[in-house]
Nanobody
């Protein structure tokens, strides 16, 4: 059974940093696209950052570009998200996602087959 488990969420003041991690089990995603999405209360789920399986290409939403960095550790079957200069608008549940068969860069939720349970990130002003 494939599982994606996020960790690292929490409460932080505006301007602070958090580092999210997502550990995959049940299969390897070393060459598969992975990424992070978020959903704030009353809003639809939106892409935050994604990374391709081959070549390490990355995509960032305009709202986080320059503040967030997505990275992966293929040896550990994990993907991470370093979040700096956090703002109250970043408050959301953050979800890890992985593609079952796509290795190129994916930027939409439809490109991912597996999802974590989510981790809450709250940024206070």
């Amino acid at each position: 059974q494939v599982q994606l488990v996020e960790s690292g969420g929490g409460l932080v003041q505006a301007g602070g940093s958090l580092r999210l991690s997502c550990a995959a089990s049940g299969r390897t995603f070393n060459v598969n696209a992975m990424g992070w999405f978020r959903q704030a209360p009353g809003k639809e789920r939106e892409v935050v950052a994604t990374i391709s399986g081959i070549g390490g290409r990355t995509y960032y939403a305009d709202s986080v570009n320059g503040r967030f960095t997505v990275f992966r550790d293929s040896t550990k079957n994990t993907v991470g998200l370093q979040m700096n200069s956090l703002q109250p608008g970043d408050t959301a549940v953050y979800y890890c996602a992985a593609s079952g068969g796509r290795t190129d860069l994916q930027v939409q939720s439809s490109g991912f087959n597996y999802w974590g349970q989510g981790t809450q990130v709250t940024v206070s002003s």
